[in-house]
């Protein structure tokens, strides 16, 4: 994977987690933190129709620099919202996420794929130019080496993002799904330890 100024690897036979597919692994993987979620046909799925963060959220913490790979559908009549949450941390005394990166498909108001920086959200970038179809099932991958962030949907960069201010992997490893004013499903999911290391770029010579 190439990011700007940065080579991004892992290993994609020997994720650092893999959701094993079962009720049973949904509800010891994963705690309810707010909103509906349940498990139906092979996903996770959360409802919840209120404007916030309806979250479900590792029981697992992963102190590195990772990306979560998952299969997301907005389902209708919902028609937005599928939100992820890495190298997150949930605040016990006011029951809410903490710091963390959230990234989203259809989000923002205005049909957005975009990514932001919990919880003071001054980080925030967005854009207009993919919008996912309600009931289409798309392969989603979100994460960060250094606070440079990036969102894959179906193989294909879609937004990336450079945190001056990066959050302390070390310290903050959560990952977690959020419903926000929607009904969403996930399935498929995977963690992968990430590794990089600086990368020159430079154009062909062209004439």
Same mark, same amino acid.
């Given at each position: 994977?190439r990011?700007?100024?940065?080579?991004?690897?892992?290993?994609?036979?020997? #994720?650092?987690?893999?959701? #094993?597919?079962?009720e049973?692994?949904?509800?010891?993987?994963?705690?309810?933190?707010?909103?509906?979620?349940?498990?139906e046909?092979?996903?996770?799925? @959360?409802?919840?129709?209120y404007?916030? #963060?309806?979250m479900i959220?590792?029981?697992?913490?992963?102190?590195?620099?990772?990306m979560?790979?998952?299969?997301?559908?907005?389902?209708?009549?919902?028609?937005?919202?599928?939100?992820?949450?890495?190298n997150?941390?949930?605040?016990?005394?006011?029951n809410?996420?903490?710091?963390?990166?959230?990234? @989203?498909i259809?989000?923002?108001?205005?049909?957005?794929?975009?990514?932001?920086?919990?919880? !003071?959200?001054?980080?925030?970038?967005?854009?207009?130019?993919?919008?996912?179809?309600?009931?289409? !099932?798309?392969?989603?991958?979100?994460?960060?080496?250094?606070?440079h962030?990036?969102? $894959?949907i %179906?193989?294909?960069e879609? $937004?990336?993002?450079?945190?001056p201010?990066?959050?302390?992997?070390?310290?903050? @490893?959560?990952? @977690?799904?959020e419903?926000?004013?929607?009904?969403?499903?996930?399935? %498929?999911?995977?963690?992968?330890?990430l590794?990089?290391?600086?990368s020159d770029?430079?154009? #062909?010579? !062209?004439?």
């Amino acid at each position: 994977m190439r990011l700007l100024h940065k080579e991004v690897w892992y290993d994609p036979a020997n #994720p650092i987690y893999r959701f #094993p597919g079962t009720e049973a692994a949904f509800r010891s993987d994963f705690i309810v933190k707010r909103g509906r979620w349940y498990f139906e046909n092979g996903k996770i799925v @959360g409802r919840h129709p209120y404007e916030t #963060p309806g979250m479900i959220i590792s029981r697992s913490h992963y102190y590195c620099d990772v990306m979560v790979d998952f299969k997301a559908q907005i389902l209708s009549p919902s028609t937005h919202d599928v939100n992820v949450m890495w190298n997150g941390h949930w605040d016990l005394e006011t029951n809410t996420r903490g710091v963390g990166y959230v990234a @989203g498909i259809n989000g923002w108001w205005r049909n957005m794929v975009g990514i932001e920086k919990s919880p !003071e959200y001054k980080l925030n970038v967005a854009t207009q130019l993919f919008t996912a179809e309600p009931d289409h !099932e798309y392969h989603v991958c979100a994460g960060s080496v250094a606070g440079h962030c990036f969102v $894959l949907i %179906d193989g294909k960069e879609a $937004l990336e993002l450079t945190d001056p201010d990066p959050i302390d992997v070390t310290q903050n @490893g959560l990952i @977690g799904f959020e419903a926000f004013a929607s009904w969403i499903a996930i399935s %498929d999911v995977k963690v992968y330890k990430l590794k990089w290391k600086e990368s020159d770029l430079t154009y #062909p010579r !062209e004439f």
